[in-house]
């Protein structure tokens, strides 16, 4: 059975009340129920924190034996050079994913500091970003 791990990053555990005309009202348990029911032959495990080195530890903890990451960072993707490193680090792919559209907002959102170290980029179709990525990495041999 394949193991994919989810990473939320900071602020994404207020999902369905954050925010909601930019990034839904539905809360992210809500949503990841029904993931996992939609593939039930995958593992999906799932971790979130507002702390970055919180996030890196995850990175290393999963990142040697599972099949895939995927990983919305938040605001953490401007800036992390840090979680760069963390991605480069490990073996598994990683996918950035992003709720909304970065590139369709602030300039400052335009940058992505871990871009360049993941697999591949997500980004603007709400929660079902996260399903996108999953099939991206199921896809991928
Ligand atoms: C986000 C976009 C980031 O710019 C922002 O800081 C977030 C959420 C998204 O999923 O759209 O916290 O990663």
């Given at each position: ?26 809360p992210?348990d809500d ?111």
């Open positions: 059975m394949k193991k994919i791990q989810i990473i939320n990053g900071p602020n994404l555990n207020l999902l369905g009340r954050r925010e909601p005309g930019v990034y839904g009202a539905r992210f949503y990841l129920a029904d993931l996992r029911r939609r593939y039930p032959d995958v593992r999906i495990e799932y971790f979130q924190s507002n702390v970055e080195g919180e996030l890196i530890n995850c990175i290393h903890e999963v990142g040697f034996d599972c099949d895939g990451i995927i990983l919305n960072a938040g605001a953490y993707t401007h800036t992390s050079i840090a979680l760069q490193d963390a991605i480069r680090a490990v073996p598994a792919p990683v996918v950035e994913v992003h709720i909304s559209n970065v590139h369709a907002r602030e300039e400052y959102r335009h940058v992505s500091m871990i871009a360049c170290a993941c697999r591949g980029v997500i980004c603007g179709f709400g929660l079902d970003s996260y399903r996108l990525a999953l099939e991206g990495l199921l896809g991928w041999d």
